[in-house]
């Protein structure tokens, strides 16, 4: 097997080389693949075309049009009407908001908080494909959903939100980025503790922490239901973009272009799912200066990692597949090499299984390593992800590096796109 993509690798080699030489022979879809702009929010619009056309009887062009109708825009089509009934349907926040300090509020605080989980389900699916719309602008739209890919909530920013909202001036669209998105609804709805973060001397939550239990926990609803609101308003916003944008990206002369963005949004399963959400917390990472850093676990207050990763997985997958149509798997299978989308698929199942056995938070797990046997013991865990390990977490973090090694390998070379540059420098 190795072999085999070697050799494919050196023809796809060869067959660069004559392009760049001048050397007429390849038809008129055949071109150089590009080098990725590092300053550009996906890889460029002004690349050219990546990919030798496929053999006789594959159109591209057809699977790229598959996964833009039926898996990213119906991703966005899903997130921005659930994200709309979360802020304005018969259980929205704002129906907590009303319960607070009478017999249903705990009822209507847990509804909210499954809706929270279900909603973040839907904007995990589409951090596999952030092009396009959702990456224009520094990816402004995407960070306005979910801002943890860029930086880390400030939960004090958020406590002075809280106090700031009671002005009539306030406008939370005024507030930084790690203020809002999906991170700040959780920290409002789930952190059971109601003291601020800030640092003593900010005047504005000064005399937060004498105000009643009810009123700071009706305060903090009232600023979620504002956020949320604004979440809905970036959904819809992308959702109406890319309905705009599809034509662009379907276009037959810009191919190559959208090939190389569907590949980079796959490659969010290496370095956000991945290295993020689990290398960097669990201490797997050189990034990660202690010997863990617990405080970069991705959703903490709902204990919601797991669940964020299987999401990322299954949009993987139907990205990968197509759902019912032509996808990647297909165009792997059409060059000769259905061993290899075989392999991702199987490696896929057995990453989900690794989540779905999970009996303890990534929280839990991560706070259980405090030494260097525990840490010793996460990296055995990781390079052995098929043997049951009591740190479940190390352990899915190598199974995902095999999908991910595969997709910066073999993937890579046989689909004829680039890696991207945020991915060239792992060395893991």
Same mark, same amino acid.
């Given at each position: 097997?190795?072999?085999?993509?070697?050799?494919?690798?050196?023809?796809?080699?060869?067959?660069?080389?004559?392009?760049?030489?001048?050397?007429?022979?390849?038809?008129?879809?055949?071109?150089?693949?590009?080098?990725?702009?590092?300053?550009?929010?996906?890889?460029?619009?002004?690349?050219?075309?990546?990919?030798?056309?496929?053999?006789?009887?594959?159109?591209?062009?057809?699977?790229?049009?598959?996964?833009?109708?039926?898996?990213?825009?119906?991703?966005?089509?899903?997130?921005?009407?659930?994200?709309?009934?979360?802020?304005?349907?018969?259980?929205?926040?704002?129906?907590?908001?009303?319960?607070?300090?009478?017999?249903?509020?705990?009822?209507?605080?847990?509804?909210?908080?499954?809706?929270?989980?279900?909603?973040?389900?839907?904007?995990?699916?589409?951090?596999?494909?952030?092009?396009?719309?959702?990456?224009?602008?520094?990816?402004?739209?995407?960070?306005?959903?979910?801002?943890?890919?860029?930086?880390?909530?400030?939960?004090?920013?958020?406590?002075?939100?809280?106090?700031?909202?009671?002005?009539?001036?306030?406008?939370?669209?005024?507030?930084?980025?790690?203020?809002?998105?999906?991170?700040?609804?959780?920290?409002?709805?789930?952190?059971?503790?109601?003291?601020?973060?800030?640092?003593?001397?900010?005047?504005?939550?000064?005399?937060?922490?004498?105000?009643?239990?009810?009123?700071? %926990?009706?305060?903090?609803?009232?600023? !979620? =239901?504002?956020? &949320?609101? $604004?979440? *809905? #308003? /970036?959904?819809?916003?992308? @959702?109406?973009?890319?309905?705009?944008?599809?034509?662009?990206?379907?276009?037959?002369?810009?191919?190559?272009?959208?090939?190389?963005?569907?590949?980079?949004?796959?490659?969010?399963?290496?370095?956000?799912?991945?290295?993020?959400?689990?290398?960097?917390?669990?201490?797997?990472?050189?990034?990660?200066?202690?010997?863990?850093?617990?405080?970069?676990?991705?959703?903490?207050?709902?204990?919601?990692?797991?669940?964020?990763?299987?999401?990322?997985?299954?949009?993987?997958?139907?990205?990968?597949?197509?759902?019912?149509?032509?996808?990647?798997?297909?165009?792997?299978?059409?060059?000769?090499?259905?061993?290899?989308?075989? %392999?991702?698929?199987?490696?896929?199942? !057995? =990453?989900?299984? &690794?989540? $779905?056995? *999970? #009996? /303890?938070?990534?929280?839990? @797990?991560?706070?259980?390593?405090?030494?260097?046997?525990?840490?010793?013991?996460?990296?055995?865990?990781?390079?052995?992800?098929?043997?049951?390990?009591?740190?479940?977490?190390?352990?899915?973090?190598?199974?995902?590096?095999?999908?991910?090694?595969?997709?910066?390998?073999?993937?890579?070379?046989?689909?004829?796109?680039?890696?991207?540059?945020?991915?060239?420098?792992?060395?893991?």
């Amino acid at each position: 097997m190795i072999s085999s993509i070697r050799t494919y690798f050196l023809v796809v080699v060869g067959t660069f080389f004559i392009a760049a030489c001048g050397v007429d022979g390849s038809s008129d879809e055949d071109s150089n693949p590009p080098t990725p702009d590092a300053s550009s929010d996906d890889t460029g619009g002004d690349s050219q075309p990546v990919t030798d056309s496929p053999s006789e009887g594959f159109d591209p062009v057809s699977m790229i049009t598959q996964i833009v109708d039926e898996v990213i825009i119906k991703h966005y089509q899903t997130l921005s009407e659930n994200a709309s009934s979360f802020s304005v349907g018969e259980e929205s926040i704002a129906s907590y908001c009303s319960a607070i300090g009478t017999d249903q509020e705990t009822t209507r605080r847990d509804i909210v908080q499954d809706q929270w989980r279900s909603l973040m389900a839907d904007v995990q699916a589409t951090e596999l494909h952030v092009v396009g719309p959702a990456a224009d602008n520094g990816g402004a739209l995407r960070n306005r959903l979910h801002s943890y890919a860029e930086s880390p909530l400030s939960t004090c920013g958020v406590d002075l939100s809280v106090v700031l909202a009671e002005e009539d001036s306030f406008d939370i669209r005024t507030r930084s980025l790690n203020q809002r998105g999906m991170g700040a609804i959780e920290y409002l709805l789930f952190n059971p503790v109601l003291d601020h973060t800030c640092a003593p001397q900010v005047p504005e939550t000064q005399s937060w922490n004498s105000r009643s239990d009810s009123e700071r %926990r009706l305060k903090r609803c009232e600023l !979620a =239901t504002r956020i &949320v609101t $604004d979440v *809905a #308003d /970036a959904a819809s916003t992308i @959702e109406s973009d890319w309905q705009d944008f599809r034509a662009e990206f379907i276009n037959q002369d810009n191919a190559g272009d959208s090939l190389q963005r569907l590949t980079d949004g796959l490659f969010a399963l290496d370095k956000l799912t991945k290295d993020q959400k689990l290398t960097l917390p669990t201490g797997l990472s050189g990034d990660c200066s202690a010997l863990t850093c617990p405080k970069l676990v991705e959703s903490p207050y709902a204990e919601n990692t797991y669940q964020n990763i299987r999401a990322n997985l299954l949009s993987f997958r139907k990205i990968f597949t197509g759902i019912d149509g032509l996808g990647f798997d297909d165009y792997i299978d059409n060059e000769g090499f259905p061993e290899v989308s075989e %392999r991702f698929l199987d490696n896929i199942v !057995a =990453t989900l299984a &690794v989540i $779905d056995i *999970a #009996d /303890a938070s990534v929280n839990t @797990e991560v706070a259980s390593i405090q030494t260097v046997a525990h840490e010793t013991a996460c990296t055995n865990a990781a390079a052995a992800p098929d043997q049951p390990n009591q740190l479940n977490v190390c352990r899915l973090a190598g199974s995902i590096k095999r999908i991910t090694d595969d997709l910066k390998i073999d993937f890579v070379t046989i689909v004829g796109v680039m890696i991207p540059d945020s991915a060239q420098s792992d060395n893991d």
